[in-house]
Protein backbone atom coordinates (compact mmCIF):
# COMPACT_ATOMS: atom_id res chain seq x y z
CA UNK A 1 0.00 0.00 0.00
CA UNK A 2 1.46 3.45 -1.12
CA UNK A 3 0.72 6.57 1.37
CA UNK A 4 1.01 9.78 0.23
CA UNK A 5 0.90 12.84 2.23
CA UNK A 6 0.53 15.93 1.12
CA UNK A 7 0.97 18.82 3.37
CA UNK A 8 0.08 16.87 6.63
CA UNK A 9 -0.57 18.62 10.08
CA UNK A 10 -2.10 17.53 13.38
CA UNK A 11 -2.75 20.36 16.17
CA UNK A 12 -4.19 19.44 19.69
CA UNK A 13 -5.92 22.95 20.94
CA UNK A 14 -3.54 25.31 19.87
CA UNK A 15 -0.25 23.03 19.62
CA UNK A 16 0.38 21.91 16.64
CA UNK A 17 2.48 18.94 16.66
CA UNK A 18 3.81 18.62 13.22
CA UNK A 19 3.19 20.71 9.97
CA UNK A 20 3.59 20.64 6.22
CA UNK A 21 4.55 17.38 5.88
CA UNK A 22 5.20 15.76 2.46
CA UNK A 23 6.10 12.67 1.96
CA UNK A 24 5.00 9.30 0.20
CA UNK A 25 5.42 5.96 1.87
CA UNK A 26 6.11 3.62 -0.88
CA UNK A 27 4.66 0.46 -0.93
CA UNK A 28 6.77 -2.09 0.12
CA UNK A 29 9.01 0.28 2.21
CA UNK A 30 9.69 0.35 5.66
CA UNK A 31 10.38 3.82 6.91
CA UNK A 32 11.40 4.36 11.09
CA UNK A 33 9.66 7.37 12.37
CA UNK A 34 11.92 8.82 14.82
CA UNK A 35 11.80 11.93 17.26
CA UNK A 36 12.20 11.97 21.02
CA UNK A 37 9.82 11.68 23.47
CA UNK A 38 6.72 13.53 22.95
CA UNK A 39 7.62 14.80 19.48
CA UNK A 40 4.66 13.17 18.15
CA UNK A 41 5.71 10.06 16.42
CA UNK A 42 2.53 8.34 17.87
CA UNK A 43 0.35 10.90 17.05
CA UNK A 44 1.88 10.70 13.02
CA UNK A 45 0.98 7.09 13.23
CA UNK A 46 -2.23 7.36 13.76
CA UNK A 47 -2.59 10.23 11.72
CA UNK A 48 -1.44 8.28 8.49
CA UNK A 49 -3.48 5.24 9.71
CA UNK A 50 -6.47 7.31 9.20
CA UNK A 51 -6.96 6.49 13.28
CA UNK A 52 -7.49 10.36 13.52
CA UNK A 53 -8.08 13.32 11.24
CA UNK A 54 -5.73 15.48 10.52
CA UNK A 55 -5.99 19.08 10.38
CA UNK A 56 -4.34 20.29 7.84
CA UNK A 57 -3.32 19.00 4.47
CA UNK A 58 -4.32 15.21 2.35
CA UNK A 59 -3.57 11.53 2.68
CA UNK A 60 -4.09 9.26 -0.65
CA UNK A 61 -3.97 5.75 0.12
CA UNK A 62 -3.30 3.40 -3.18
CA UNK A 63 -3.34 -0.13 -2.80
CA UNK A 64 -2.94 -2.50 -6.15
CA UNK A 65 -3.45 0.77 -8.38
CA UNK A 66 -6.77 1.17 -6.92
CA UNK A 67 -7.26 4.03 -4.42
CA UNK A 68 -8.81 3.55 -0.97
CA UNK A 69 -10.88 5.57 1.10
CA UNK A 70 -10.01 6.45 4.72
CA UNK A 71 -12.82 4.66 5.90
CA UNK A 72 -11.56 1.36 3.95
CA UNK A 73 -8.05 0.95 5.50
CA UNK A 74 -8.45 -0.57 8.77
CA UNK A 75 -9.09 -3.88 7.22
CA UNK A 76 -5.91 -3.31 5.64
CA UNK A 77 -3.57 -2.42 8.49
CA UNK A 78 -1.84 -4.18 11.18
CA UNK A 79 -1.16 -2.33 14.12
CA UNK A 80 0.67 -3.14 17.46
CA UNK A 81 1.18 -0.56 19.94
CA UNK A 82 1.25 0.06 24.00
CA UNK A 83 -1.60 1.87 23.91
CA UNK A 84 -3.79 -0.76 22.07
CA UNK A 85 -5.15 -3.29 24.78
CA UNK A 86 -5.89 -7.00 23.93
CA UNK A 87 -8.79 -8.38 25.49
CA UNK A 88 -7.64 -9.46 28.85
CA UNK A 89 -10.79 -11.36 29.71
CA UNK A 90 -10.32 -14.40 26.96
CA UNK A 91 -7.97 -17.20 26.87
CA UNK A 92 -5.07 -17.42 24.06
CA UNK A 93 -6.84 -19.51 22.07
CA UNK A 94 -10.02 -17.53 22.40
CA UNK A 95 -8.69 -14.18 21.79
CA UNK A 96 -7.12 -16.18 18.63
CA UNK A 97 -10.26 -17.01 17.20
CA UNK A 98 -11.91 -13.86 17.73
CA UNK A 99 -9.24 -11.62 16.93
CA UNK A 100 -8.97 -13.50 13.21
CA UNK A 101 -12.21 -13.31 12.61
CA UNK A 102 -11.66 -9.40 11.73
CA UNK A 103 -7.70 -9.98 11.12
CA UNK A 104 -7.50 -12.98 9.15
CA UNK A 105 -3.95 -14.34 9.44
CA UNK A 106 -1.30 -14.43 6.27
CA UNK A 107 -1.93 -17.76 4.36
CA UNK A 108 -0.02 -20.85 5.31
CA UNK A 109 0.17 -20.01 9.01
CA UNK A 110 -2.42 -21.99 11.43
CA UNK A 111 -3.82 -20.47 14.95
CA UNK A 112 -1.64 -23.72 16.81
CA UNK A 113 1.19 -22.83 14.80
CA UNK A 114 1.12 -18.94 15.92
CA UNK A 115 1.40 -20.39 19.53
CA UNK A 116 3.96 -22.40 18.61
CA UNK A 117 6.38 -19.63 17.34
CA UNK A 118 5.24 -17.13 20.06
CA UNK A 119 6.39 -20.17 22.21
CA UNK A 120 2.90 -20.06 24.63
CA UNK A 121 1.55 -23.59 23.58
CA UNK A 122 1.72 -24.16 27.81
CA UNK A 123 -0.29 -20.48 28.30
CA UNK A 124 -3.17 -21.37 25.14
CA UNK A 125 -5.57 -22.26 27.88
CA UNK A 126 -4.71 -19.17 30.44
CA UNK A 127 -6.43 -15.59 30.44
CA UNK A 128 -4.66 -13.38 28.64
CA UNK A 129 -4.81 -10.92 31.56
CA UNK A 130 -2.77 -13.45 33.76
CA UNK A 131 0.16 -13.19 30.89
CA UNK A 132 3.05 -11.39 31.59
CA UNK A 133 3.93 -8.26 29.75
CA UNK A 134 6.63 -9.75 28.08
CA UNK A 135 4.32 -12.66 26.95
CA UNK A 136 1.31 -9.89 26.31
CA UNK A 137 3.78 -7.67 24.11
CA UNK A 138 5.23 -11.14 22.23
CA UNK A 139 1.07 -11.75 21.65
CA UNK A 140 0.34 -7.71 20.11
CA UNK A 141 3.41 -8.51 17.77
CA UNK A 142 2.67 -11.91 16.35
CA UNK A 143 -0.88 -10.96 15.66
CA UNK A 144 0.22 -7.91 13.92
CA UNK A 145 3.31 -9.21 12.00
CA UNK A 146 1.57 -12.17 11.23
CA UNK A 147 -2.19 -10.77 9.90
CA UNK A 148 -2.62 -10.95 6.35
CA UNK A 149 -2.16 -6.98 5.66
CA UNK A 150 -0.67 -4.83 3.10
CA UNK A 151 -0.19 -2.02 5.98
CA UNK A 152 1.83 -2.69 9.00
CA UNK A 153 2.39 -0.37 12.08
CA UNK A 154 4.46 -1.00 14.90
CA UNK A 155 5.39 1.65 17.39
CA UNK A 156 8.01 0.88 20.32
CA UNK A 157 7.62 -2.60 19.28
CA UNK A 158 10.34 -4.04 22.19
CA UNK A 159 8.77 -2.44 24.89
CA UNK A 160 8.70 -4.82 27.43
CA UNK A 161 10.33 -7.54 25.46
CA UNK A 162 13.89 -9.28 27.21
CA UNK A 163 17.14 -9.89 25.16
CA UNK A 164 15.23 -12.84 23.91
CA UNK A 165 12.12 -11.48 23.40
CA UNK A 166 13.96 -8.47 21.08
CA UNK A 167 15.89 -11.13 18.89
CA UNK A 168 12.05 -13.00 18.45
CA UNK A 169 10.76 -9.47 17.65
CA UNK A 170 14.00 -9.36 14.44
CA UNK A 171 13.47 -12.36 13.46
CA UNK A 172 9.74 -12.07 12.88
CA UNK A 173 9.48 -9.14 11.56
CA UNK A 174 11.76 -9.86 8.66
CA UNK A 175 10.39 -12.49 8.02
CA UNK A 176 6.78 -10.79 7.27
CA UNK A 177 8.14 -7.83 5.82
CA UNK A 178 7.66 -8.62 2.34
CA UNK A 179 5.50 -6.79 -0.04
CA UNK A 180 3.91 -4.51 2.96
CA UNK A 181 4.73 -0.99 4.24
CA UNK A 182 5.76 -0.90 7.06
CA UNK A 183 5.71 2.14 9.92
CA UNK A 184 8.01 1.75 12.94
CA UNK A 185 8.10 4.05 15.77
CA UNK A 186 10.81 4.42 17.72
CA UNK A 187 13.65 5.23 19.73
CA UNK A 188 15.33 2.28 20.22
CA UNK A 189 17.86 2.02 16.68
CA UNK A 190 17.70 -2.45 17.04
CA UNK A 191 14.03 -2.52 16.52
CA UNK A 192 14.21 -0.32 13.32
CA UNK A 193 17.26 -1.16 11.64
CA UNK A 194 15.97 -3.32 8.76
CA UNK A 195 14.13 -0.14 7.80
CA UNK A 196 15.90 1.68 4.44
CA UNK A 197 14.08 4.95 4.99
CA UNK A 198 13.94 7.60 7.95
CA UNK A 199 11.43 10.23 8.45
CA UNK A 200 11.99 12.75 11.66
CA UNK A 201 8.82 14.23 13.02
CA UNK A 202 11.17 16.91 14.33
CA UNK A 203 12.06 17.43 10.87
CA UNK A 204 8.07 19.29 10.78
CA UNK A 205 7.90 21.19 13.67
CA UNK A 206 7.66 18.89 15.95
CA UNK A 207 8.93 19.72 19.22
CA UNK A 208 9.69 17.02 22.21
CA UNK A 209 7.51 17.14 25.75
CA UNK A 210 9.17 19.28 27.86
N1 LIG B 1 -5.35 13.36 22.52
C1 LIG B 1 -4.46 14.31 22.78
N2 LIG B 1 -4.84 15.55 23.17
C2 LIG B 1 -3.93 16.53 23.41
N3 LIG B 1 -2.59 16.37 23.27
C3 LIG B 1 -2.16 15.17 22.88
C4 LIG B 1 -3.05 14.07 22.61
N4 LIG B 1 -2.32 13.00 22.24
C5 LIG B 1 -1.03 13.39 22.26
N5 LIG B 1 -0.93 14.69 22.64
C6 LIG B 1 0.30 15.48 22.75
O1 LIG B 1 0.97 15.43 21.51
C7 LIG B 1 2.38 15.41 21.71
C8 LIG B 1 2.97 14.24 20.95
O2 LIG B 1 2.58 13.02 21.58
P1 LIG B 1 2.93 11.59 20.96
O3 LIG B 1 2.41 10.54 21.88
O4 LIG B 1 2.49 11.56 19.54
O5 LIG B 1 4.54 11.64 21.00
P2 LIG B 1 5.62 10.47 20.79
O6 LIG B 1 6.71 11.05 19.93
O7 LIG B 1 4.96 9.24 20.30
O8 LIG B 1 6.14 10.27 22.27
P3 LIG B 1 6.84 9.03 23.04
O9 LIG B 1 8.19 8.78 22.39
O10 LIG B 1 6.98 9.55 24.43
O11 LIG B 1 5.90 7.85 22.92
C9 LIG B 1 2.61 15.38 23.22
O12 LIG B 1 2.87 16.71 23.66
C10 LIG B 1 1.27 14.88 23.76
O13 LIG B 1 1.01 15.39 25.05
Redesign the pocket.
Known amino acids: MQIEATGLGKR?AREW?FRGLTHTFQSGSATAIL?P???????LLNTLSGQQLPTDGTLVYQHKSQTVPVEEVPPLLAYAAPYLELIEELTLTELLHFHTRFKPLRPGITQQQLIELMYLEKSRHKLVRDFSSGMKQRLKLALALYADTPLLLLD?PTTNLDRAGVAWYLEHVRATLEGRTVLV?S?VPEEYNFCTEQLN?TDFGARA?R
Request: aromatic share 6%; no cysteine; charged share 15%.
Open positions: YIGNGAGKSTESNVA
